[in-house]
């Protein structure tokens, strides 16, 4: 409904003048408020919302934390690691440096009997933390001797502390002592020390070597190469520069045993099929000079022939119109048939 206005309009007579108060009657009244239908208008009902947000809040929280701590663990669980990205070997336990300390060790160690019991204890003093048993166990009495030390593995547990295998052989056996060692560390001076009693281990045993087939031969190359072969290991052993030139390819260069041995035998040629190129193997038996005494050919005299020692080489040769040339000589590989 329209306001009526309370402005005086002069076109119209005997009109009211300018009302100072309002009407009640010229507003309408609201209308009524309409009551809900269902639900409840209190406010009890946010409880629920609010445990609800707890409870996905609380979820979070929980997926956040462990996100993060399954990477940290793992982390700190690995080794540690280098600014290159690299894990440090052993645990940062200087290896080498430890392994060589074993190995002098056991080269003291493994060797005593009673007239030496003495200098035994004394250079054990070297390797021994204060108080420790002089003689590590040992009563005075017996004797063992050991040879071939040699460092095998080492096994670290953090930076100052490993376990070192050495390997050695006593008669004809051949066993591992095992030493535990402490490394004092950079700040204190980068020494060893023996942390405890030595242990002898056996050895492993050798490993099982399967058959290699053997190669087709060319019987032809190996009627050519046979007389070249011991021209040349004849020079190789006596060091006769003038002479082995006449048996090494051109352009290469051979050392010679310059007398050391004195060649006895060509046992064997194995000469396979192939190209102009071929690496061969070679079985030689040198004699062994006794002493100072040079070996003589021939001779029956075992002051002057001393021994014989029987090698396998592998040769490359070449061949160069109808002669074949040596142009390298290593150490035999695995035994062919």
């Not at 070996?295 to 002057?304: E, F, L, N, V």
């Amino acid at each position: 409904m329209a306001r009526r206005s309370t402005v005086h309009d002069p076109r119209i007579a005997d009109g009211p003048g300018l009302s100072a108060t309002l009407d009640p009657a010229d507003y309408e009244a609201p209308p009524p408020r309409r009551p809900r239908r269902g639900g409840w208008s209190g406010g009890g009902g946010r409880w629920l919302v609010w445990t609800g947000r707890i409870i996905l809040w609380a979820l979070i929280l929980v997926i956040l934390v462990n996100g993060v701590r399954a990477p940290f663990e793992r982390f700190t669980q690995q080794e540690p690691v280098m600014s290159n990205g690299a894990v440090p070997a052993h645990n940062g336990f200087p290896a080498e440096q430890g392994m060589a300390f074993a190995a002098q060790f056991a080269g003291v160690y493994l060797n005593f009997n009673p007239d030496d019991a003495a200098s035994r204890s004394r250079k054990l003093t070297a390797f021994l933390a204060e108080g420790m048993d002089p003689q590590m166990g040992w009563d005075g009495f017996g004797s063992y001797a050991a040879v071939a030390i040699q460092p095998y593995d080492i096994e670290a547990t953090d930076a100052h502390n490993a376990v070192v295998s050495v390997a050695f052989q006593s008669g004809p056996r051949r066993l591992m002592l095992s030493v535990p060692i402490y490394y004092s560390g950079d700040e204190a001076g980068r020494r060893f020390v023996v942390a405890g009693r030595p242990a002898i281990l056996p050895a492993p045993a050798p490993a099982e070597l399967p058959q290699v087939a053997e190669p087709e031969i060319d019987e032809a190359a190996t009627a050519e190469l046979k007389p070249q072969l011991e021209g040349f290991f004849q020079d190789y052993a006596s060091g006769d520069a003038a002479g082995l030139e006449r048996y090494v390819a051109a352009g290469k260069s051979l050392p010679s045993f310059a007398g050391a041995f004195t060649f006895s035998q060509l046992k064997e040629v194995v000469v396979p099929v192939g190209g102009a190129t071929r690496e061969i193997q070679a079985v030689v038996v040198w004699a062994v000079p006794s002493g100072d005494v040079l070996p003589t050919p021939g001779t029956t005299d075992p002051a002057a022939v001393g021994g014989t020692l029987e090698q396998v080489y592998r040769l490359t040769v070449e061949k160069q119109g109808d002669k074949w040339f040596v142009a390298d000589v290593r150490g035999g590989g695995r035994v062919i048939g």
